[in-house]
Nanobody, 118 residues
């Protein structure tokens, strides 16, 4: 059974930092790209960052230079380090595992809340 568990969310003041974790189990981690998405209240779920299995990370423009995605293949964990947080970063953050070469095979975590106060 595939399971993705996000953690590390919380309440932080603008300018602060948080590190989110996405722990994966029940899958061959090396065969999956792990992505982060976020969903603010009343808005669609939007792409934030991707950690391809063997390529360079990809970021949405609004987080470039502030967020860093990193994989620990030995622990089956992907991190999202978020620095210089802004109130507009407030959202529920989700990780998604998408099989490389078979994009219709994907799994989602339950999400973790990030709230940035001004």
């Amino acid at each position: 059974q595939v399971q993705l568990v996000e953690s590390g969310g919380g309440l932080v003041q603008a300018g602060g930092s948080l590190r989110l974790s996405c722990a994966a189990s029940g899958l061959d981690f090396s065969m999956y790209e792990i992505d982060w998405f976020r969903q603010a209240p009343g808005k669609d779920r939007d792409f934030v960052a991707a950690s391809p299995g063997g390529g360079n990370p990809v970021y949405v423009d609004s987080v470039k230079g502030r967020f860093t995605i990193a994989r620990d293949n030995a622990k089956n964990i992907v991190y999202l380090q978020m620095n210089n947080l802004k109130p507009e970063d407030t959202a529920i953050y989700y990780c998604r595992a998408r099989m490389i070469g078979r994009p219709l095979v994907n799994y989602w975590g339950q999400g973790t809340q990030v709230t940035v106060s001004s």
